[in-house]
């Protein structure tokens, strides 16, 4: 079955200090892979997608995400992040038939410790 | 361009009673889907409508149904109330190709006493 696994539940992070949060798929063809972000109370705002192409590829508020096939996973990164970066984040996909809908991870919670 | 709306914004609803939640996509959009968000089960994926179709469907019993009109608006409709129908529903909306990115509203947060 297709799945979008985050490993960590909450990851916590210095202001001004580099992030990675995790995301593993499991799909049979490559998938349609997303990262959301979800302020409380709020709806999903899309930080970036990958379809194809290059593997490295960059979104809104400075972060980036790199697909890599070999270890079926796609990490989002920002370099240096800012108390506003504290939220929820989500990373989904689909086949790209779509005829699931997205799938998504049970979400990071971002903490910015000041 | 306005984004997605869904209204009402809270509904507090009892057992066994049922509600209807309402989603505007973003202009053009022709496709509207809908997800279910709890704490337990994360987000799920309700099902999906296209040009006042259902397209796709998740694995949820018929108590949940949808329907699209012309105008690509569309509505979500839960029967006999159940206390873990409590969640945040979240309407999706994108141009109309499976590929699409899809764009999310704010939700309608419903309560079951």
């Known amino acids: 079955a297709q799945s979008v696994t985050q490993p960590d539940i909450h990851i916590t992070v210095s202001e001004g200090a580099s992030l990675e949060l995790r995301c593993n798929y499991s799909?049979?063809?490559?998938?349609?892979l997303f990262w959301y972000v979800q302020s409380p109370g709020q709806g999903l705002q899309l930080l970036l997608k990958?379809?194809?192409?290059?593997?490295l590829v960059q979104g809104i508020k400075g972060f980036e995400a790199e697909f890599k096939r070999s270890q079926s996973s796609f990490n989002l990164r920002k370099p240096s992040v800012h108390w506003s970066d504290a939220a929820e984040y989500f990373c989904?996909?689909?086949?790209?038939?779509?005829?699931?809908?997205?799938?998504f991870g049970k979400g990071t919670h971002l903490i910015i410790q000041p | 361009k306005a984004g997605v709306t869904q209204t009402p914004r809270y509904l507090i609803k009892t057992r066994g009673q049922q509600v209807t939640l309402s989603c505007s996509p973003i202009?053009?959009?022709?496709?509207v889907s809908w997800y279910q968000q709890t704490p337990g089960q994360g987000l799920q994926f309700l099902f999906e409508?296209?040009?006042?179709?259902?397209?796709n469907k998740g694995n949820f019993p018929g108590r949940f149904s949808g329907r699209q009109f012309s105008n690509s608006r569309s509505e979500m409709n839960v029967s006999t109330l159940e206390l873990g129908d409590s969640a945040l529903y979240l309407c999706?909306?994108?141009?109309?190709?499976?590929?699409?990115?899809?764009?999310f509203g704010p939700g309608t947060r419903l309560t079951v006493l």
């Open positions: 999706a909306s994108s141009p109309g190709q499976l590929s699409d990115t899809q764009y």
């Open positions: 799909y049979g063809a490559t998938p349609y």
């Open positions: 990958y379809f194809s192409g290059d593997t």
């Open positions: 989904a996909g689909h086949s790209g038939g779509g005829a699931d809908g997205l799938t």
């Open positions: 202009s053009g959009h022709r496709s």
């Open positions: 409508y296209f040009s006042e179709t259902q397209r």
